[in-house]
C-alpha cells in the first residue's frame, strides 16, 4: 500500500547501515565522505607573526627615532627581542621576536640614515600581529564523522600536516532497466522501439552524487530475467532500476524481487508523478525500483534516491534543505496528493516548467530546482512563498549579473 512522503522519508533516512571505510591520500579526497573525527593537534598560526613587510617595534615608542637591529626572515628561528627605541626589520609570515606590540608596515616609515627609521603614520597596539591560535586552536574539532570533503576541508588536513585520511567506500550501485521495447542509445531502433534513455541517467546521477556504478544490461519482461540481473548484483549496496513496477500485463519487477527474499519497505508513494515506487531490501542489497515514466523516475530519484545515497555515501546530512523564494507567476494545479514540481529558480523566483508530464524526456535539462507542494495546494499566487530543492548547486548564469550592489 502507498504510503506518504513523509513516512517514506523517515524510512530511507533512517535505515541502519554498516558502512566501510579506506585510507586515502587527501590529494584524492574531494567529495568523499569523512569516516574520522580531526582534531587540531596545532594552533595555526603556531606563532605570533608579522602580517606585512616592515618593522616590529614597542608601541609606546611609535614617535621616537629609531635604531634597526636586527632583520627577520619568514621561517627564521631569530631570538633577538627589542630594546627601548629600537626597532627589527621584519617581512610578512616572520615570528615575531617576543616583545613586539606593533608591526609597522614599510610605507608608513621615513628612512632617516642607514639604521635609523620614524614612523609617518598612527599607529595601533598590536596592529598586524597575527597572532598564534587566532586561526585554528590546538584541540578544536576540525572535520566531523559524515562531513563531506571539499577543497577547503582539504585546506585544513594539509594545514596540520595531514597526509591520509579514513573515508567511506563509495557505494555501489548497480543500474538496470526492464522493458522488451527499450533499446540502448548506440543500437539501431525500430519505430515500434524507444532508447532507453532513464539508464543513462541514473548511471550519471549516482556517479555526480559520488558513487562507483556500473551497468548490467536490460532485463527482459520475465520473471526470470529481471530475477537474474538482481542475483548478478547483491554485491551492490543499492540497484537503482526503473520500470515493470505498475500494473500492466508485462510489470514483473515486484514478482521477480519478492522470489527473491525481498524485504519491502516501501510499495507506493502517496506523491505525483512516480507513485508505483519501490524501495526494499535482499540481504544487504537496497533496490530502488523507479517507475518507467522517464520524468516521473527522475523526479523520484532527486526526492527520496537522493536521501539513499546521502545514507549510503556516509554523510551526516541526509535531510534535504531548501530555498525560500517565490513563484513568478500564477499557478494552478490539481489538490489531491504531494506534487513534484520541476522548474528553475534564477536566484529571484521560482519558474515553473511549462512542460511536466511524467512520461517527458525533455524537462530536467532545463530545469536547475524542485517544489513540493502540499496535497491541499490548488492555486499559487505570483510572489507567493515557495521552498525550492536545489538540483544542482554550481549556480552560474547566461547573462551577466550584478552581484555587487546591494539593492
Ligand atoms: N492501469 C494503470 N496503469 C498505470 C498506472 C496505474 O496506476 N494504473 N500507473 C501509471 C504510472 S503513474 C506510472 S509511473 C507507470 C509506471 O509504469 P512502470 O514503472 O511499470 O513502467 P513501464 O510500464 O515499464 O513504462 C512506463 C513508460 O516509461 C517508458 N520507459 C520505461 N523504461 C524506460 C527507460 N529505461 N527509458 C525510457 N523510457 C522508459 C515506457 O516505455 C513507458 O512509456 O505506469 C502507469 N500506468
Ligand atoms: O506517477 Mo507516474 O510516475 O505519473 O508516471
Given at each position: 500500500m502507498a504510503i506518504s512522503v513523509d513516512a517514506a522519508i523517515d524510512i530511507i533516512s533512517n535505515i541502519k547501515l554498516k558502512l566501510k571505510f579506506e585510507i586515502i591520500a587527501i590529494e584524492e579526497a574531494q567529495n568523499r565522505i569523512c569516516a574520522q573525527e580531526v582534531i587540531a593537534?596545532?594552533?595555526?598560526?603556531?606563532f605570533d607573526n608579522s602580517a606585512m613587510d616592515g618593522y616590529a617595534i614597542i608601541?609606546?615608542?611609535?614617535?621616537n627615532e629609531l635604531e634597526v637591529i636586527d632583520t627577520i626572515f619568514a621561517g627564521d628561528d631569530n631570538h633577538t627581542i627589542l630594546k627601548e627605541n629600537t626597532c627589527i626589520k621584519i617581512m610578512t609570515g616572520a615570528r615575531v621576536p617576543k616583545n613586539t606590540t606593533a608591526i609597522i608596515p614599510k610605507e608608513d616609515i621615513q628612512t632617516i640614515s642607514d639604521k635609523k627609521i620614524k614612523i609617518l603614520e598612527n599607529v595601533k597596539e598590536f596592529q598586524h600581529i597575527r597572532f598564534i591560535g587566532e586561526d585554528i586552536r590546538s584541540?578544536?574539532?576540525?572535520?566531523?564523522?559524515g562531513d563531506e570533503l571539499n577543497f577547503a576541508k582539504i585546506t585544513l588536513l594539509a594545514s596540520q600536516g595531514i597526509s591520509h585520511i579514513k573515508v567511506y567506500k563509495k557505494p555501489k550501485i548497480v543500474v538496470f532497466s526492464s522493458g522488451e521495447e527499450l533499446k540502448l542509445h548506440y543500437e539501431k531502433i525500430q519505430d515500434h522501439q524507444i532508447y532507453n534513455s532513464n539508464t543513462p541517467t541514473l548511471f550519471a546521477r549516482v556517479k555526480e552524487l559520488g558513487c562507483d556504478v556500473t551497468f548490467i544490461g536490460q532485463a527482459k519482461d520475465t520473471i526470470e530475467d529481471i530475477k537474474r540481473l538482481v542475483l548478478n548484483s547483491l554485491d551492490a549496496d543499492l540497484i537503482v532500476t526503473s520500470g515493470g513496477?505498475?500494473?500492466?500485463?508485462?510489470?514483473?519487477t515486484r514478482d521477480a524481487f519478492n522470489e527473491l527474499d525481498f524485504e519491502t519497505?516501501?510499495?507506493?508513494?502517496?506523491?505525483?508523478?512516480?507513485?508505483?515506487t519501490i524501495f526494499g531490501k535482499i540481504d544487504n542489497t537496497f533496490i530502488l525500483n523507479l517507475p518507467g515514466n522517464p520524468l516521473a523516475s527522475a523526479l523520484i530519484f532527486e526526492l527520496f534516491g537522493k536521501i539513499l545515497i546521502q545514507k549510503l555515501l556516509g554523510s551526516n546530512e541526509v535531510h534535504p534543505a531548501y530555498i525560500e523564494t517565490k513563484i513568478s507567476e500564477d499557478f494552478k494545479t490539481r489538490k489531491g496528493r504531494i506534487t513534484i514540481i520541476p522548474g528553475t529558480f534564477n536566484g529571484v523566483s521560482f519558474y515553473v516548467s511549462k512542460k511536466r508530464s511524467p512520461?517527458?524526456?525533455?524537462?530536467?535539462?532545463?530545469?536547475n530546482s524542485l517544489i513540493i507542494l502540499d496535497e491541499s495546494v490548488e492555486y499559487l499566487k505570483k510572489d507567493s512563498k515557495v521552498k525550492i530543492l536545489p538540483i544542482n548547486w554550481k549556480f552560474f548564469s547566461k547573462e551577466k549579473k550584478d552581484f555587487l550592489s546591494n539593492e
Open positions: 593537534t596545532s594552533s595555526l598560526p603556531k608601541y609606546s615608542d611609535k614617535n584541540g578544536e574539532k576540525l572535520i566531523d564523522i513496477v505498475s500494473v500492466g500485463d508485462a510489470d514483473f519497505l516501501i510499495d507506493g508513494i502517496m506523491i505525483k508523478p512516480g507513485k508505483p512520461g517527458m524526456v525533455s524537462i530536467l535539462a532545463d530545469c
